[in-house]
């Protein structure tokens, strides 16, 4: 669990207060923006030079956010092919997200600037696999606040049969997409147009 010192020279958290943060905390951190239904205090008797209390709450937030690492590398002596299979292999250990942006090096030469996007915990792994599918010397990190939609997939019965449909919510925002490989599938069968056979599933909702 993530601690932290401060001035106050006696104990702020027992042993059993502790273990029951680490038992029931899934995450640490920021409280999040929330709607609370019922806050609740306990008082210490010890005299410090901040209120000696603590506070609970219990609340509904629409904020799904939490905290990634965002690894950066140049690179300027790859082939485009080894940096695509340096991204697969960061993918196919749990990265979220990889990408390339296209970058002037030193003396104008052209470059990548390679990003991953992980989990903190999956850091470590990360940097090792960029330093063995890559030729960078360094890695600078970054350590953000994401906030995410809710995210989850439904399934739409239509003309054509069942079609995944995902649909992403919350900040007063919903967004719905249908599944682009069951399209994709559907018009592949029928030999149609991928616009077409949304059009016709759009048509019958």
């Given at each position: 669990?993530?601690?932290?010192?401060g001035?106050?020279?006696?104990?702020?958290?027992?042993p059993?207060?502790?273990?029951?943060?680490?038992?029931?905390?899934?995450?640490?951190?920021d409280?999040?923006?929330?709607?609370?239904?019922?806050?609740?205090?306990?008082?210490?008797?010890k005299?410090?030079?901040?209120?000696?209390?603590?506070?609970?709450?219990?609340g509904?937030?629409?904020?799904?956010?939490?905290?990634i690492?965002?690894?950066?590398?140049?690179?300027?002596?790859?082939?485009?092919?080894?940096i695509?299979?340096a991204e697969e292999?960061?993918?196919?250990?749990?990265?979220?997200?990889?990408?390339?942006?296209?970058?002037?090096?030193?003396?104008?030469?052209?470059?990548?600037?390679?990003?991953?996007?992980?989990?903190?915990?999956?850091r470590?792994?990360m940097?090792?696999?960029?330093?063995?599918?890559t030729?960078t010397?360094?890695?600078?990190?970054?350590?953000?606040?994401?906030?995410?939609?809710?995210?989850?997939?439904?399934?739409?019965?239509?003309d054509?049969?069942?079609?995944?449909?995902?649909?992403?919510?919350?900040?007063?925002?919903?967004?719905?997409?249908?599944?682009?490989?069951?399209?994709?599938?559907?018009?592949?069968?029928?030999?149609?147009?991928?616009?077409?056979?949304?059009?016709?599933?759009?048509?019958?909702?």
């Amino acid at each position: 669990m993530p601690i932290y010192g401060g001035g106050i020279k006696s104990e702020l958290c027992t042993p059993t207060g502790a273990a029951l943060l680490k038992h029931f905390a899934t995450r640490f951190g920021d409280m999040p923006v929330m709607r609370t239904s019922a806050i609740g205090y306990g008082m210490g008797k010890k005299d410090f030079t901040a209120a000696n209390c603590v506070r609970a709450l219990i609340g509904d937030t629409e904020d799904s956010g939490d905290t990634i690492a965002e690894l950066c590398c140049n690179l300027d002596d790859m082939t485009a092919e080894a940096i695509a299979f340096a991204e697969e292999q960061l993918f196919a250990a749990g990265a979220l997200d990889v990408y390339t942006v296209s970058a002037q090096m030193k003396k104008s030469r052209p470059g990548v600037l390679l990003c991953v996007m992980c989990r903190e915990e999956d850091r470590d792994a990360m940097v090792g696999l960029i330093f063995r599918h890559t030729t960078t010397l360094g890695v600078r990190e970054n350590i953000s606040r994401r906030h995410r939609l809710s995210r989850a997939v439904e399934s739409v019965q239509t003309d054509f049969g069942a079609v995944r449909k995902k649909v992403s919510t919350g900040y007063g925002v919903t967004r719905e997409k249908y599944e682009y490989e069951d399209i994709a599938s559907i018009a592949k069968a029928r030999g149609l147009s991928l616009e077409e056979v949304m059009a016709h599933i759009s048509k019958r909702k």
